[in-house]
């Protein structure tokens, strides 16, 4: 159709297609164009986010908050993965009963001193009337450490015991003997004590305490 038989909104609809498809094609173009560091350190000198920017350029897939690190660990620079940590840290809410006593008296935890840190900027919502690494207005979560070979091996052995204790025998074992409590007789009804469906026994995931 020649232009002269189209209509003002046919020429206008072309038109703005046309625009649209020459807006895609330069943001192509700028997005793909090469751009190196020190040009985006000349562009955007003083930013105090530079250096935060540089590592997710060089590591887009890195974790978007980093994790803490103690002095006597490497750095996140020495180490990105992480494989050659002394500690795992978790925080603890102190504000639930007994909470922090558990953590600390039963389970084996140390709280972790601001002195400890690599950096205590990393420390979202930090409060700072307290030697012990706290966050929130009250400081009532506490960061606490366990030595990371000990949690590792711990948690390997509670793996084991929650497999062995899913095997169907022993799931069987679990529902005959809350049957007889209940005082069910398993001989007389054959349905107690079934296995019905498909078992899986799924895998811990160890994760950093601050993701």
């Given at each position: 159709?020649a232009?002269?038989?189209k209509t003002?909104?046919?020429?206008g609809a072309?038109?703005l297609q046309k ?10 173009r ?8 020190e ?7 003083g930013?105090?986010?530079?250096e935060?920017?540089?590592r997710r350029l ?5 974790p978007n908050?980093?994790p803490?690190?103690l002095k006597?660990?490497p750095?996140e620079?020495?180490?990105p993965e ?10 603890f809410n ?5 909470r922090?006593h558990s953590?600390?008296a039963s389970?084996?935890y140390t709280p972790?001193l ?6 205590r900027e ?6 700072d ?5 706290r966050?929130?207005d ?8 366990i030595?990371l070979?000990y ?12 497999a062995r204790s899913?095997?169907?025998r022993a ?5 005959m003997?809350?049957?007889?409590k209940?005082?069910l007789d398993?001989?007389?009804?054959p ?8 078992i899986?026994?799924g895998?811990e995931r160890?994760v950093s305490?601050?993701?």
């Amino acid at each position: 159709m020649a232009n002269k038989d189209k209509t003002p909104f046919q020429a206008g609809a072309e038109t703005l297609q046309k625009e649209a498809a020459q807006r895609t094609r330069d943001s192509k173009r700028r997005a793909s164009a090469p751009v190196t560091t020190e040009a985006l350190h000349e562009s955007f000198a003083g930013l105090e986010a530079l250096e935060v920017l540089d590592r997710r350029l060089e590591n887009p897939d890195a974790p978007n908050v980093l994790p803490i690190r103690l002095k006597d660990e490497p750095t996140e620079a020495q180490d990105p993965e992480g494989r050659k940590r002394r500690w795992y840290l978790r925080w603890f809410n102190a504000a639930m009963p007994n909470r922090f006593h558990s953590a600390t008296a039963s389970l084996g935890y140390t709280p972790v001193l601001w002195e400890e840190l690599q950096n205590r900027e990393i420390v979202a919502n930090a409060f700072d009337g307290s030697p012990q690494v706290r966050r929130g207005d009250r400081g009532i979560e506490v960061l606490c450490k366990i030595p990371l070979p000990y949690y590792l091996a711990i948690k390997k052995k509670q793996r084991e015991k929650r497999a062995r204790s899913v095997t169907p025998r022993a799931m069987q074992q679990e529902v005959m003997a809350a049957a007889a409590k209940a005082g069910l007789d398993p001989d007389l009804d054959p349905s107690i004590g079934g296995i019905v469906g498909e078992i899986k026994v799924g895998r811990e995931r160890l994760v950093s305490a601050d993701d």
